[in-house]
T-cell receptor, first 113, second 114 residues
Framework: GAGVSQSPSNKVTEKGKDVELRCDPI?????LYWYRQSLGQGLEFLIY????????KSGLPSDRFSAERTGGSVSTLTIQRTQQEDSAVYLC???????????FGQGTRLTVV | AQSVTQLDSQVPVFEEAPVELRCNYS??????LFWYVQYPNQGLQLLLK??????LVKGINGFEAEFNKSQTSFHLRKPSVHISDTAEYFC????????????FGAGTRLFVKA
């Protein structure tokens, strides 16, 4: 596609519910990243995919967070049993790989009430 | 492990004044360095990047950055800022650990005053 697409753009959910966030990277981009941006905070690295595999999951905050990528393209980030501290903007980015700049989606604003 | 430190969380500056946003990184391997900008209510976009070659890198909107390997720095500069440069600026590093993942600094909010 023309750019990185994320859906939904906004999500309000009740505490304890599961949510699924989707990212469609730019076609042909092998690297895909998930970051979290909380109010007034920088970008927190969550997970990185190269193709369908995730060489680095070290940023996932807890075992309630998981992510997968299929077909070397679409990725979903799942948060189980959401908590209020999960409220943030979740950003997805993709790149061609080594040394390439990352292109970001507009993000999903998650609000847990 | 890689890390990025942006030394200033906020930088207020008057219009037409010069500005420098500081960035230091740590890495045990060769790195690629980036600056991204996030304008209010917009997504992140690439400002400039250093991969190899000349240590002075020029980017969009009149910004430039200099890679200093001995000081492990990649400071961003602009000789004369405009009101429209008000934004959040993120320094990032990508190196061959964990498969070239990109790590971002905490960001520096540049606020340009009239």
């Amino acid at each position: 596609g023309a750019g990185v697409s994320q859906s939904p753009s906004n999500k309000v959910t009740e505490k304890g519910k599961d949510v699924e966030l989707r990212c469609d990277p730019i076609s042909g981009h092998t690297a895909l990243y998930w970051y979290r941006q909380s109010l007034g905070q920088g970008l927190e690295f969550l997970i990185y995919f190269q193709g369908n595999s995730a060489p680095d999951k070290s940023g996932l905050p807890s075992d309630r967070f998981s992510a997968e990528r299929t077909g070397g393209s679409v990725s979903t980030l799942t948060i189980q049993r959401t908590q209020q501290e999960d409220s943030a903007v979740y950003l997805c980015a993709s790149s061609l790989g080594q040394g390439a700049s990352a292109f970001f989606g507009q993000g999903t604003r998650l609000t847990v009430v | 492990a890689q890390s990025v430190t942006q030394l200033d969380s906020q930088v207020p500056v008057f219009e037409e004044a010069p500005v420098e946003l500081r960035c230091n990184y740590s890495s045990s391997v060769s790195v690629y360095l980036f600056w991204y900008v996030q304008y209010p209510n917009q997504g992140l976009q690439l400002l400039l990047k250093y991969l190899s070659g000349s240590t002075l890198v020029k980017g969009i909107n009149g910004f430039e950055a200099e890679f200093n390997k001995s000081q492990t720095s990649f400071h961003l500069r602009k000789p004369s800022v405009h009101i429209s440069d008000t934004a959040e600026y993120f320094c990032a590093v990508s190196g061959n650990t964990g498969g070239f993942k990109t790590i971002f600094g905490a960001g520096t909010r540049l606020f340009v005053k009239a």
